[in-house]
């Protein structure tokens, strides 16, 4: 047979190119599966082939099921609610403080494996009212369905920004079934479309969804379910492999997270040159462009996404975009003096007047929530940085490019699927999960209708300035964009945003009423709820989170856990998680006094919530400077790009450009702002060594750690994290340490320069304006 080396470069243009022509069998495209030998499976020639044809899902799932194993149990269903208690019950609570902490689904996969050994050991095998108490040994189908429930409410809901803005900028506090309402139709409403489209981006193979892989490793690790895989690489089992960079990972998260916090953010160049702002500027990782390319810190490196998942073409899309649009376009437009950007730092996420001083929005808005067109002209225009300029360009151009790359490259597949004759051959994922009976579509047609009632009785019953017509077309943006959107990421591992062209509709739709342009941002992006998270910062990206429940139903199909169980494991979770959250955050507003202010005591000054209702009314005020400038064009450069590409390909079958993505190269830098350089540099730099190098040349190394040392880097670091924060942060308001650690040359010499303080090339004295 040939070998995986030989076979790497067709399976790698496989991922984007094999979902082009559905005509085609993938087996005629792939080699079949190299000679592996494993024990522990028959060794049969039938057996062996019978699995995916992408190394990558081969490397971390199993290709083999059992129908018996319990999935939904009572020990399963009680974990995964106390999970979808605790989970965002925490995180709504430290979300609006500062520093904040975000406790994952990570965590709760873990610390759930012992709690469900402990379950199996101590519980009395007894059957109450049919219902097995002790089933037996914790199964990893069980293991999988509490992490889902527990993933589902660990970010904080998109619409509890939206009604602490309310409260907090415009002094608006209405019902909590209002509250409650608006929450369940933003969260379940993108949830039920999701399951409409699960045909396309769940059940064929070409869905890889990278993300899910490192999970399915880390649960096959933590069962020791073995399988044929990784073949006959020798060394250390996954298992001891696991231990040692999870423990690994956590010790040293604590030098540049708390000992020697300059690693974090490693621009020594700027140490030396502390005061040249052109230095700082081009080196530097707080405001600058990131020159200095190294970084110590795993949460620095992912996060915008482990590099170990995603594949190195797309990778290399993404360099591709930051290299030319923020390592050439930007300092052109920057040193060009373009938009008066001089007078601001060259990368930053914040607002400004014309004074170079951060926007205050307070000044233009009225005692009734609406936009004072006279304050805006006495006050200022609104000016942002170069580098947030060029993300709204970019913005335009993934939306328009979305378009077209989905009708010149998933055109068939999605025609095919629509006429449910798969030409695509399922693979053995789809054929094991069709054992188990499937989710009637008018389940989720039901999800919708409620939901959308919940959405109209806001917007009727309470001045939110949103209209239902509104509503409709947010929701008709979120429809034609899910199944390409999420095809986009389901093969690259990198998201397509929404966010930027939804608040432009709403600005133009409702102008003058930011707390409407909010409720798009939450309804139209109700793809939060159908289509992957967070890291949740919503004031960049609802459709991060969006992703969620789509990633969580290809995970449930890479671990054959029943569709049913998960299903309503999912809505019964999404539903009490809200609640949870709203619950806390009401709590959270009456009883700690100055919430929200500057001065709060315990540092709860809702920096999240600000910013976000800052983003909300940005494009309300329009930033006439940019929208009627070059910008623009970029919806038209968007639109062409692909079918320039296209055609070159059709034309010239074996170039280059087989590999170019232009969706990934306008929408993989759309994180930035608020991502630095600090996240992009160094992720492209390790994609490249694992993704590239150690794939191409120690392939069976690749297949049976990588995925796995991905899901120890994050365990590692995200239990480190929550250790500093508890132990070393939070105590004392975080003086433990404050003359002795806190205050050496290695926590404080990266804040003494003007990349750190974001000083812009030109400055204005006192009373002088520019623009």
């Known amino acids: 047979m040939t070998s995986i080396v030989s076979e790497d470069r067709r399976i790698r243009v496989s991922l984007e190119y094999s979902i082009r022509d559905p005509e085609k069998s993938y087996q005629s495209q792939i080699t079949p599966v190299p000679d592996l030998y494993d024990p522990n499976i028959p060794h049969d020639s039938d057996t062996l082939e019978d699995d995916s044809p992408y190394p990558e899902v081969r490397s971390a799932v199993a290709n083999f099921d059992d129908p018996s194993m319990p999935a939904s149990t009572l020990r399963a269903w009680v974990l995964g609610l106390v999970w979808a208690i605790i989970l965002p019950g925490v995180n709504q609570f430290y979300y ?27 519980m009395p095998r007894v059957t109450v009212f049919g219902i097995s108490v002790n089933p037996g040994p914790f199964t990893i189908k069980e293991h999988v369905l509490v992490t889902i429930m527990a993933n589902v409410g660990a970010p904080s809901a998109y619409a509890t920004d939206v009604i602490a803005v309310q409260r907090v900028m415009y002094h608006q506090q209405f019902s909590f079934m209002y509250q409650w309402m608006l929450v369940m139709s933003t969260q379940l409403i993108g949830f039920s479309i999701g399951g409409i489209a699960r045909r396309f981006l769940v059940t064929p193979a070409s869905m890889i969804w990278p993300n899910t892989l490192v999970l399915c490793a880390l649960f096959n690790t933590l069962h020791s379910q073995r399988y044929a895989g990784y073949g006959t690489r020798d060394g250390i089992s996954r298992e001891r492999f696991f231990c040692y960079a999870f423990f690994g990972a956590a010790v040293w998260y604590f030098m540049p997270g708390y000992l020697f916090q300059a690693l974090s953010v490693f621009d020594w160049v ?81 607002a400004f007047d014309n004074t ?45 490019a979305t378009i077209t790359h989905a009708i010149l490259y998933f055109w068939k597949p999605i025609k095919t699927q629509f006429k449910r004759s798969l030409q695509e051959q399922p693979d053995v994922h789809a054929r094991l999960m069709a054992s188990y009976p499937s989710v009637p579509e008018w389940w989720y047609s039901c999800i919708f209708v409620v939901t959308f009632a919940f959405g109209c009785l806001c917007i009727e019953l309470w001045p939110t300035g949103m209209t239902i017509w509104a509503f409709c077309v947010a929701l008709i943006l979120a429809v034609v964009y899910v199944v390409p959107v999420g095809m986009i990421q389901a093969i690259t591992n990198r998201q397509v945003g929404l966010n930027v062209i939804s608040e432009l509709l709403a600005g133009f739709m409702m102008p003058g009423r ?27 990206n609802g459709l991060f989170v969006a992703m969620a429940f789509t990633a969580d139903f290809k995970l449930g199909h890479y671990m054959k856990v029943p569709p049913r169980p998960m299903f309503w494991g999912q809505v019964v979770s999404t539903i009490i998680a809200g609640t949870v959250q709203l619950g806390v955050q009401t709590w959270m507003f009456a009883n700690i006094p100055d919430m929200c ?21 940005r494009l309300a005020l329009h930033y006439t400077d940019y929208c009627v400038s070059a910008l623009t064009f970029f919806f038209l450069i968007g639109a062409c790009c692909p079918v320039i590409v296209w055609w070159i390909t059709r034309r010239y079958p074996d170039t280059f450009l087989n590999y170019a993505n232009f969706p990934l190269i306008f929408a993989g830098v759309g994180l930035m702002p608020p991502a630095t ?18 794939r191409r040349r120690h392939f069976s190394f690749w297949a049976k750690y990588n995925y796995v040392l991905s899901a120890a880097l994050d365990a590692g670091t995200a239990i480190s994290t929550i250790l500093i924060f508890f132990l070393l942060q939070y105590p004392k308001n975080g003086t433990i340490g ?30 002088q304006k520019f623009g």
Request: glycine share 6%.
């Open 96 to 122: 609006f403080r500062y520093p904040s902490i975000a406790v994952g689904g990570l965590v709760a996969q873990l610390l759930t494996f012992p709690l469900g050994r402990l379950w199996d050991r101590f």
């Open 270 to 350: 700027c140490w030396i040159a502390p005061r040249n702002v052109k230095i700082n500027q081009l080196f530097g990782y707080y405001s600058g462009l990131g020159f200095s390319l190294i970084s110590f810190d795993w949460n620095q490196i992912a996060y915008i996404g482990s590099p170990l998942a995603t594949p190195w073409w797309a990778e290399a899309n993404v360099a591709v975009g930051f290299v030319f649009f923020y390592w050439i376009l930007t300092p052109i437009l920057y040193y060009a003096n373009a938009w008066n950007s001089q007078y601001l730092p060259m990368s930053s996420r914040a």
């Open 356 to 400: 170079g001083n951060y926007y205050n929005t307070t000044r233009i808005i009225k005692d009734d929530s609406t936009f004072d067109l006279e304050a805006y002209k006495a006050y200022s225009p609104l000016y942002l940085s170069a580098t947030f300029a060029v993300a709204y360009g970019l913005s335009f151009a993934s939306i328009t």
């Open 514 to 540: 930011p707390l409407a342009l909010m409720i798009p941002g939450a309804t139209s992006l109700c793809l939060k709820a159908s289509i992957h998270d967070v890291f949740a910062r919503m004031d960049a």
């Open 597 to 617: 202010s500057p001065h709060n005591k315990d540092s709860f000054t809702c920096a999240g919530t600000e910013v976000f209702g800052v983003a909300g009314e």
């Open 677 to 694: 350089a600090a996240n992009y540099v160094p992720w492209v730099i390790i994609g490249f060594i694992f993704q590239y190098v150690i």
């Open 738 to 767: 404050l003359h002795t650690v806190q205050a050496w040359w290695g926590n404080t010499v990266f804040r003494h320069t003007a990349d750190y303080n974001q000083t812009a090339l030109r400055t204005l004295a006192e009373g």
